[in-house]
């Protein structure tokens, strides 16, 4: 048996440190933000290479409130990519504005850059690209356009913790970087959570008032917000994990490199190298083609896997009212149809990997 993710694993590596941290909030009684939670903000934020990190309870409550520090409201449009996870498109739709879809580059699987300036309308006031699976987008094309046409860049980085574009973190290169902390990321908390990256003084104050039910002291409400705050627990236990990231990061880019050299000479196709920076191999996703048949052969087996994503947010029944049909963005429901995610955890061993690659190869026909 080969597990997707062992979250068991990486807690007990780390149990003393996590234990010591809970207890520390537990003494506190800071169960609500706090000092455990502020402590995580500034060093996230120096880990990120940006001036702030305003830490929320999810990621989507994340992307939500850049949107709105951003002025993105009614009567905009916000340029992403259909091949994601729904909250991406909902944290968008969330504040009014209308998501306005490109397809992927079947080169990267993230955001065709070439095919955003067609695109805009006279209504776009920001492009959010997703750093897929832990690649990150083709940030020098995107932010040169967005430049060109006056734009805000905001960052979906919720698979991208630690990840680099040439020598800058994923989150730093946008007005704003968004992040989830759901369990099984990179960087993941023992629970929900989220946080937003800036350099802006005046967006990391609308941030955190935001997250707080628009106060800015207790009980004087300026904005409409929300309930949108870190738990305690939260902080402290991302604060001790985040100590340990780029050393997990690094286990992951290895486990993908085994991957590669076992499967890219036997005709896979592996994930695309990343020639300008580096990858954190959030998700390692193969294509194959027939997956539906190799998933279930492989389960039958014992290597458990994952599909990211099977199908693109515009063929979603319940964002149909996007506007767009089947065929309208052919390469992210291509990489729908192929997309196989492969057991990618830290702790995975050279021996599981073997494994995987051994019975994939004999369930492919």
Not at 56 to 71: C, E, F, I, P, Q
Request: net charge neutral; with cysteine.
């Amino acid at each position: 048996m080969v597990p997707f993710l062992d979250l068991k694993s990486q807690y007990r590596s780390i149990r003393t440190d996590i234990d010591e941290a809970i207890a520390r909030v537990l003494e506190s009684s800071q169960f609500v933000l706090g000092s455990a939670v502020e402590g995580f903000e500034r060093d996230f934020a120096s880990y990120c290479g940006t001036r702030h990190a305003v830490a929320v309870n999810s990621g989507t409550s994340a992307l939500h409130l850049a949107l709105l520090a951003a002025g993105i409201g009614p009567g905009d449009d916000v340029v992403t990519t259909p091949m994601t996870f729904v909250a991406s498109i909902a944290a968008i739709l969330y504040t009014g504005a209308r998501a306005v879809l490109v397809d992927i580059d079947p080169a990267t699987h993230n955001m065709n850059p070439d095919r955003i300036e067609a695109a805009l309308t006279p209504r776009t006031k920001a492009i959010m690209p997703v750093h897929l699976h832990g690649r990150t987008a083709e940030m020098d094309f995107i932010t040169d356009v967005a430049n060109k046409h006056g734009l805000i860049v905001i960052e979906d980085a919720a698979q991208a913790h630690g990840a680099c574009y040439r020598d800058l973190k994923a989150g730093s290169m946008g007005a704003m970087g968004c992040f989830s902390f759901y369990p099984g990321k990179n960087l993941g908390a023992y629970g929900e959570g989220g946080a937003v990256v800036t350099d802006r003084d005046d967006y990391a104050s609308t941030l955190r008032t935001l997250r707080d039910w628009g106060m800015t002291r207790k009980y004087h409400h300026v904005m409409k917000g929300f309930n949108y705050r870190m738990d305690g627990i939260q902080g402290a236990i991302l604060g001790v994990k985040l100590r340990h990231l780029d050393t997990w990061n690094q286990s992951r880019r290895n486990h993908a490199a085994r991957y590669d050299a076992l499967l890219a000479p036997r005709g896979v196709v592996c994930p695309p190298v990343q020639k300008h920076g580096h990858h954190v191999y959030h998700v390692y996703a193969v294509r194959i083609a027939q997956r539906d048949r190799v998933q279930k052969i492989m389960q039958e087996r014992g290597i458990a896997t994952n599909i990211h994503y099977p199908c693109p947010v515009h063929l979603q029944p319940a964002y149909a009212d996007l506007g767009y049909g089947p065929g309208a963005f052919p390469e992210s429901e291509a990489a729908g149809r192929e997309f196989l995610s492969l057991p990618m955890f830290p702790e995975l061993t050279e021996s599981q990997i073997d494994a995987v690659c051994d019975v994939m190869m004999a369930s492919i026909p």
